[in-house]
């Protein structure tokens, strides 16, 4: 790696490409595959709730919608984060891209931390997966969702480090556009969990 005379230097912006899928395939057979993972889990929430509406109805009630709220403000606030270090990177502000791309991970790292917060107050309040129906179905889905995010974290620190290193540039980035592609993809997929759970009844 040569060295620079500025830590991060800036690049000039690079004309943006017309018709473009962001990314790369790979990602999107990745995205893909997640997509029908998480349509056959809530197959599953449908028909599990027709068979048991009254369970369904009330579970929801039992649940910590603050928890679920913060969940999807982090969610939200963390991919709009990482979209600006997409659009400022294009631009040619390398910089400006690294402190979005960073800040997107501070606020994506809240999720777990309240994921867990949220388990402790469901146990002490005796919701494990064995309180029922719902419960099974809410953890089946919310655990699996949690497993993707932690993927796209891990995905963010990876990006981040070669980020830092002078890894993308406004000419290529198509490694963090894929990043980008697959934390909005699983922001989307928590946005359907969110109301089937915290807030139908």
Request: aromatic letters at 14%; proline letters at 4%.
């Amino acid at each position: 790696m040569t060295a620079t005379a500025a830590p991060f230097p800036e690049t000039p912006a690079a004309p943006a490409a017309s018709g473009r899928i962001p990314g790369n395939k790979g990602i999107w057979v990745g995205i893909t595959c997640e997509f029908v993972e998480f349509l056959v889990l809530f197959t599953v929430y449908f028909v599990a709730r027709a068979h048991f509406p009254q369970a369904f109805e009330q579970g929801s009630e039992h649940l910590s919608r603050t928890a679920g709220t913060v969940i999807t403000l982090l969610m939200l606030t963390s991919s709009c984060f990482i979209a600006c270090s997409v659009t400022t990177l294009r631009a040619g502000k390398r910089r400006q891209s690294i402190l979005w791309l960073s800040a997107g991970l501070v606020v994506a790292l809240g999720y777990p931390l309240v994921k867990i917060l949220e388990i402790r107050w469901n146990l002490a309040h005796g919701i494990n997966g064995g309180s029922g129906i719902f419960f099974t179905v809410y953890y089946y889905l919310t655990f699996n969702h949690l497993v993707h995010a932690i993927w796209g974290i891990l995905g963010i620190f990876w990006v981040l480090a070669r980020h830092l290193v002078g890894g993308y540039s406004a000419e290529e980035h198509s490694g963090l556009e894929s990043l980008a592609s697959y934390w909005h993809a699983t922001d989307i997929i928590w946005l359907v969990i969110f109301p089937f759970f915290y807030v139908l009844a």
